[in-house]
Structures are given as C-alpha cells and as structure tokens.
C-alpha cells in the first residue's frame, strides 16, 4: 500500500473542514459589503474561493491534497504581503494592525498544518 493509498486521519479532515469555515468566515464580510471598495470585495471573493476549495479537499483529501500547495503559496503570500506593515504598525487595507495580526496568525498555522499534510503523503 502507497501512502496514496493510505486514508487520511480524521483530524485531517476536520483541520481542512476548520479551514474552509475560516476562509469563508474571513472572505464573506467584505465580499457582501456594499460599502467595501471593488478591491476589497474582489479580496473576499478570493478568499471565500480558497474557503471552497479547502472544503472540496475535506471531502477527497487523498485525491485533492496536491491542490494545497495553492493554499500554502497564498497563505505565504498574504503573510509576506501584510506582516511588515503589521509589525511597522501601518493601517493596511483599512484594518489596523491588531486586527490583522489574528488573521496572519490563523493564516501561519493554516499554512503550516497544509504543508505539513503535503510532506507527510
């Protein structure tokens, strides 16, 4: 048996499923905001995206799995992007820097759980 072939581990799978519900819950407001400037509502359509696709490979991780090193890459990213502004203290994208600082840290760990997930199959 290959680790392909190997099922994934519950805790797996309610970590994908905690990351779709993160995603969803973090895209959602500024996507529905009609206040929100396009670009912040194109952000939350992007982010809601990403929440369905962790909640695709919640449901076929075996088959699906590779599709996260798009979430590693993005949640990089959004880290390189937003954490020196935040440790500088600078208002970026019209949060304050301790609004965003949970969400670069749920993005850290996400991040981390996914390439942890990756390298082990």
């Known amino acids: 048996m290959t680790d392909q072939d190997k099922p994934v581990a519950r805790g797996w799978v309610w970590l994908l499923w905690a990351a779709a519900v993160y995603n969803l819950v973090a895209g959602l407001p500024a996507l529905v905001s009609p206040a929100?400037?396009?670009?912040?509502?194109?952000?939350?359509?992007?982010?809601?995206?990403?929440?369905?696709?962790?909640?695709?490979?919640?449901?076929?991780?075996?088959?699906?799995?590779?599709?996260?090193?798009?979430?590693?890459?993005?949640?990089?990213?959004?880290?390189?992007?937003?954490?020196?502004?935040?440790?500088?203290?600078?208002?970026?994208?019209?949060?304050?820097?301790?609004?965003?600082?949970?969400v670069l840290a749920g993005d850290a760990l996400f991040g981390l759980a996914f390439l942890a997930f990756l390298l082990r199959r």
């Open 36 to 102: 929100a400037p396009v670009s912040d509502r194109v952000v939350g359509l992007l982010v809601v995206c990403f929440g369905l696709v962790y909640a695709m490979v919640a449901r076929a991780p075996v088959r699906l799995g590779p599709v996260l090193w798009a979430g590693v890459a993005g949640k990089a990213g959004v880290i390189a992007l937003l954490l020196p502004g935040v440790l500088a203290g600078q208002v970026q994208s019209g949060m304050a820097p301790a609004a965003l600082a949970p």
